[in-house]
C-alpha cells in the first residue's frame, strides 16, 4: 500500500472535487472527541454545549500506609494519636478472662491516612483533567467518570477522571480561571439548568474505618453461635461492631461532602460502599460520596396546574 502525503487530494479529503460542498465544509472543520452518548450529546446540544474535546486526569498513588498501627499494641491510646474529631469506639468483652488468646476487647477507628492519600490521588487527577479542559479552550466538563482501582498485585493504586470538555455556544472564551465541571449530561443536566441551578465543581470523599473484631464480633462473623455472657442468642444477633462501622463511615462521608459544598447545594449524589476482609472479624469499610456541587443562579417559574388528558366515565 502507498501511503499519500497529507498534502495529497484523495477521495474524502476535503480538497477532492468529488466531495460534496457540505461534507467538504464538515471535514475542514475541527473535529473533536466526545464520551457522551447520542442522545445526551443531542440534549447538550439543545441547551447549547458544544463539545470541544474528551479531556482526562491520571494519578498513580504508593498505597502503602503507616499509621496508628494496631489497638493491641497501643490499647487506649488510640484514642488520643488520632486527629481530633475522627471516628474511634471501642467493645469490652463480657465474658471475663477466658484465655491468652481471647480477644477482650475491640475497637472501630477512622483511618486519616488513608483519607488524605485517597483525596490527594482524586484531587491530583481531577486537577490535571480540568487543565486539559483549560488548555482547550473549554467552560466546563460534562459528564464526567471517576474510577480508581489497584493496578496488578502491585501496592499502587490509579486514579482516572474522564469528562467532555465543553463551552457555552455564543458565550465568551474564558479569560483564565477554572472551568466547572459536573457528572451530570443530558437531560439530567439540561433539567438542572431548567430548574435554575448551574454546575460549579464535581465534589468526592472517601472515609475509611478500621474494624478491629471484638470477641463477640469475630464469634459472629465466623458463624459461631453466640449466646453466652451477651445480648445474642444462639440462633441469629446483629453484628453490632461491623453496623456502626458501616453507619460511622456512611455518615462521616456525609459530613465531609457538606464541608465542602458551603452555601451551595448537592445533586446527582452517588453513595458506594466496600469492605475488605482480613480475618477473624477483623476488615476495612470504605465509603465513597459523589456528586455534583451546583448553584441557584436564577428563580424557577412555576410549573403550570396539571390538566386531565383522560376523563373516565
Known sequence: MTLQPPDTPGPGRADDADVPPEAAARLATRSSASALSIPDLAACLEAGLEP?????????????????????????SLSSSLPHGAYVEQWSCPHGFVSAEHRMWGQNYEQPWVEAAWAQGFGSAFQRMLEEAADAGAHGVIGVVDTSA????????EFHLLGTAVVVRDAPLPAGGQPWSTYLAGMRLTKLLEAGMMPVSVVASMVSVR???????????????????????????EIEQ??????AARSLA???????????ELHGARSGLDWRELGQGDE??????????????KEVDPLPAPRPTVQLG
Do not use: K, N
Request: hydrophobic share 40%.
Open 242 to 247: 461491623v453496623s456502626r462501622a458501616r453507619a
Open 52 to 76: 470541544v474535546g474528551l479531556v482526562q486526569g491520571f494519578c498513580a498513588m504508593q498505597w502503602a500506609f503507616y499509621g496508628a498501627g494496631s489497638p493491641y499494641l497501643q490499647g487506649a
Open 284 to 297: 476495612i469499610v470504605e465509603c465513597t460520596l459523589r456528586g455534583t456541587r451546583v448553584r441557584r443562579f
Open 150 to 157: 489497584h493496578v496488578a498485585d502491585l501496592s499502587i493504586v
Open 211 to 237: 474494624v478491629w473484631a471484638s470477641c463477640v464480633t469475630e464469634f459472629l462473623s465466623e458463624g459461631q453461635a453466640y449466646g453466652w455472657g451477651g445480648s445474642g442468642s444462639a440462633g441469629t444477633a
Open 254 to 264: 456525609r459530613q465531609r461532602i457538606r464541608d465542602q459544598l458551603g452555601a451551595d
